[in-house]
């Protein structure tokens, strides 16, 4: 009776291990995409061992009720007890396994900050209609964005920065109608942003200075009702301002310097919710906007290196505040006003104009 009862708890328990483990199939994608990276100083992948990967194994986490493999969280700079013991920070080669399309349910992939991690973003991700997140940023990642990345409905996040990423910002990013945070910024992309880029309605921060983006600044952007980070800077755009740049409510941070971007500031601007605007080197010319008033309010303007003339508007005197203020390298001329915000500026904001003059440089 006892050597029954002993198999007996032995079956049970063998039969809840099992109901409790993840499948072997994501097992199985797991440690093919192991395989296909090499992590020399970490042992980050020590982890994986034994036939449970829901429990114990390094970066990875499962879902509650299906025991399916959810999220992959592997990061290279990281407040972990590994990177502190060793000192050091991560580095990886290797490449993403399109075996990591296997993992059905997985709704957060994160290969962060490894830095020698190449080839392409697999194409077969756009069939993870789980995902959430997808954070590849920091490595050396090269090739296109998947062309039918809009068939991630549920995405969230999509951080592809610092990497190596070439081609168009496929026409189908603008069907990702859950994107919140766009993160494009120092790769190689090239071409003009998407007509429909205003689609992306949940859009909050659109991230996507240091590329080679040609053409204008999709006036639909302005459709964009939550988008309050927006930073185009050093790329090759061309065009003018949208004037409606300066309506949206909630846009707080401006960067399109950089650019060859032409024609005049748009008053809106200047009486918006931006609180840091960044115009510097572009072809803007005209006038800056006499247009300030209570409701500005900047941290920093920087028009420096346009071909902007005419005086320094008086209005800035009553700006609610203005922090850091660059003027400089441009055709301005006339006097300097006086008292806030100029009373804390140096000379640096305003050299090399055809005729400025009074304090801090010298009188007129």
């Not at 396994?97 to 830095?115: E, F, G, H, N, V």
């Not at 909630?250 to 500031?265: A, E, H, P, Q």
Request: hydrophobic share 40%; net charge positive; with cysteine.
């Amino acid at each position: 009776m006892h050597r029954v009862c002993n198999i007996f708890l032995a079956l049970l328990f063998a039969v809840i291990s099992a109901v409790t483990s993840c499948p072997p199939s994501d097992r199985a994608a797991l440690l093919a995409f192991k395989a296909a990276l090499h992590e020399p100083h970490l042992g980050i992948f020590d982890s994986w061992k034994g036939t449970d990967c829901c429990h114990n194994w390094h970066g990875v986490s499962c879902d509650a009720e299906s025991h399916r493999v959810a999220d992959i969280n592997l990061r290279g700079e990281s407040q972990d007890p590994i990177f502190q013991r060793a000192h050091r920070t991560g580095f990886m080669t290797g490449f993403i396994s399109p075996q990591i399309c296997k993992l059905a349910r997985l709704s957060s992939l994160t290969i962060a900050d490894w830095k020698g991690i190449t080839g392409d973003i697999p194409k077969c991700i756009t069939t993870l209609s789980f995902l959430r997140i997808l954070d590849l940023v920091g490595n050396k990642i090269s090739g296109e964005i998947p062309a039918d990345i809009g068939k991630l409905q549920r995405l969230t996040v999509l951080n592809i920065a610092d990497n190596q990423i070439s081609g168009r910002i496929p026409a189908s990013l603008t069907s990702l109608s859950s994107l919140m945070h766009l993160d494009l910024r120092n790769n190689k992309i090239s071409g003009p942003l998407p007509r429909k880029f205003g689609q992306l309605r949940m859009l909050s921060r659109a991230l996507l200075s240091g590329n080679q983006i040609t053409g204008p600044i999709p006036e639909s952007i302005s459709q964009i009702y939550r988008l309050a980070d927006l930073d185009l800077s050093m790329n090759n755009l061309s065009g003018t301002i949208p004037l409606s740049l300066g309506k949206m409510a909630v846009l707080t941070t401006l960067n399109l310097d950089c650019n060859k971007i032409s024609g005049t500031i748009p008053t809106t601007l200047l009486t918006s919710s931006v609180t840091i605007l960044n115009l510097s080197r572009n072809a803007l010319e005209g006038k800056i906007p006499d247009a300030f008033g209570s409701r500005s309010y900047f941290t920093m303007i920087d028009l420096a290196y346009n071909k902007l003339s005419g005086p320094i508007p008086k209005t800035l005197a009553g700006a609610a505040y203005i922090g850091h203020l660059d003027l400089s390298y441009n055709h301005l001329c006339g006097r300097i006003p006086t008292g806030p915000p100029f009373d804390h500026l140096e000379a640096s904001s305003f050299t090399h104009n055809d005729c400025l003059c009074e304090k801090p440089l010298k009188t007129c």
